[in-house]
């Protein structure tokens, strides 16, 4: 008798091997060493300390909870003040942005208008071509056109600026100032009074407009305008924003900066090992992973109100609130996306370990699938596909392969910055896939009972199924 004229043994084999996998997985979750009999010390009590270690692992999961959310930020930061491509890829937008644009060129007409005085200058160029012996006439004439020409002097000096500011040029020096001063950063935290930007006492914060105004004379000056020659060099910072909050949190970013590095890792810490001291682990899995996604809703819940709070507590004279919200987003996107990429894995963490765990409606779920594969590679063999006894290695070899395949998944979201809802994403698919298909390349070792051979006729000692 074979295989191929008789279909109800392989409908046999299919069945007593999915049952045979459900029982072998049942009997793994329920039976351990403290449930059997000790050798002359009677049975073991399988609740003993059982309250001690789940609130040990309770306590655990719910601090590295709590560190989750503060880690998050510390990270950041880290990533803010130490990695000079990420602080420009951060803040090099904002030369593009038409907000910014503007209120550039407003303060800096404002300062070339207080430095230079152009109605003063205008007046006198037409005094001296009177004093050259103009009729009475062309005097008055020449006395009308002094404001006319400085309100025009002036628009022409808006205009170049404004073209300035919105060009590729602007942008690009931008970017090298920003690439070439980024050590500013740390030195305004330190409140260096050198520093390209200034946080003063009240909280106000600054960028210093000479470099622009020196970019701008320039231009002035290629235009014809000599006047711009007599703009000095100005040291002179716009206020950008305000908040009483600012001091202290130069004092704390030397620990921010420091926790960045290591903070993650000791939440991180903590919950693996309140999962690893729990009486049952996947249950505590699924409860670490949701703790963990709180934490992460709080982080983004947080970015969501600051910006309110933020925008709110500008005053409109220091900065336009459309300037605001941009700076404000400019500054957050990344940490916000990795609050919502955080967020994203522990509700995957979740739903895997909930249905990896022996839960009732787990446990059949997973039986429907393997049922699913096993018929799918049942079918596959009537038509001779098969993948012999590479499938029955990769069957003997399971667990080692799901266990490789989940570290190497836990690495690249450890590990590959910036952590992002895609990387996420696709990572959890190509491991989906992965698993799918081991799952159906694997060939279990099915014994035929009544001859001690499996299905391809190799003796076999000890038969799957009894």
């Known amino acids: 008798m074979t295989r191929e004229n008789n279909p109800d043994l392989l409908d046999t084999i299919a069945r007593l091997t999915g049952e045979n996998e459900a029982l072998r997985l049942a009997l793994g979750t329920k039976v351990g060493p403290s449930m059997l009999p000790a050798r002359g010390k009677g049975v073991a009590h399988p609740h003993q300390r059982s309250w001690g270690w789940t609130l040990l692992a309770t306590a655990l999961i719910v601090i590295g909870a709590l560190l989750a959310p503060v880690a998050t930020v510390a990270s950041w930061a880290k990533v803010q003040l130490t990695n000079t491509e990420s602080f420009v890829a951060t ?14 060129a407003d303060q800096a007409v404002n300062v070339i208008q207080q430095n230079v005085d152009i109605p003063a200058l205008t007046s006198d160029v037409f005094d001296g071509i009177t004093a050259l012996g103009t009729g009475p006439a062309a005097t008055r004439a020449l006395e009308a056109l002094k404001a006319p020409a ?43 009074p050198q520093a390209a930007m200034a946080v003063g006492s009240d909280g106000s914060v600054g960028i210093q407009l000479g470099p622009i105004i020196e970019r701008v004379k320039v231009v002035l000056l290629e235009r014809g305008l000599t006047f711009a020659a007599q703009i000095p060099a100005i040291d002179r910072t716009i206020t950008v924003s305000q908040n009483s909050s600012l001091p202290t949190l130069q004092l704390f970013y030397g620990l921010a900066l420091a926790a960045g590095a290591w903070l993650p890792w000791i939440a991180l810490l903590f919950l693996g ?20 996604g709180l934490g992460m809703v709080v982080v983004v ?71 699913g594969t096993t018929r799918l590679r049942q079918t596959a063999e009537q038509h001779g596909i098969t993948t012999g006894r590479t499938g029955h290695w990769f069957y003997a070899q399971r667990t080692l392969i799901r266990a490789a395949i989940a570290v190497i998944a836990a690495a690249v979201v450890l590990f590959v910055r910036p952590l992002t809802t895609g990387l996420i994403v696709w990572t959890l698919v190509i491991s989906v896939v992965v698993l799918a298909i ?29």
Do not use: C
Request: glycine letters at 6%.
């Open 150 to 192: 400085a309100q025009g002097i002036v628009s022409l000096v808006r205009s170049t600026v404004g073209t300035f500011v919105e060009s590729d040029a602007f942008a690009q020096v931008w970017r090298e100032a920003l690439r070439l001063s980024h050590s500013q950063l740390i030195a305004t935290l330190q409140n260096d």
């Open 438 to 466: 081991v799952e159906l390349v694997q060939r279990p070792v099915a014994l035929v009972p009544w001859t001690g051979q499996d299905v391809d006729g190799h003796a076999r000692a000890v038969p799957a199924v009894d």
């Open 301 to 371: 819940a947080g970015i969501a109100i600051g910006r309110i709070v933020f925008i709110g507590s500008v005053s409109p004279s220091l900065i336009p609130s459309g300037m605001a919200r941009t700076i404000f987003d400019a500054v957050t996107t990344a940490m916000s996306s990795t609050g919502l990429a955080v967020l994203l894995l522990a509700i995957v963490v979740a739903i895997t370990a909930w249905a990896a765990g022996p839960f009732p409606v787990a446990s059949r779920l997973r039986s429907f699938f393997q049922a």
């Open 91 to 104: 803040y090099a937008p904002l030369a593009n942005d038409p907000s910014v644009q503007a209120y550039v």
């Open 273 to 292: 090992a309140g999962v690893a001291v729990a009486r049952r682990k996947s249950l505590a899995l699924v409860w670490a992973a949701v703790a963990l």
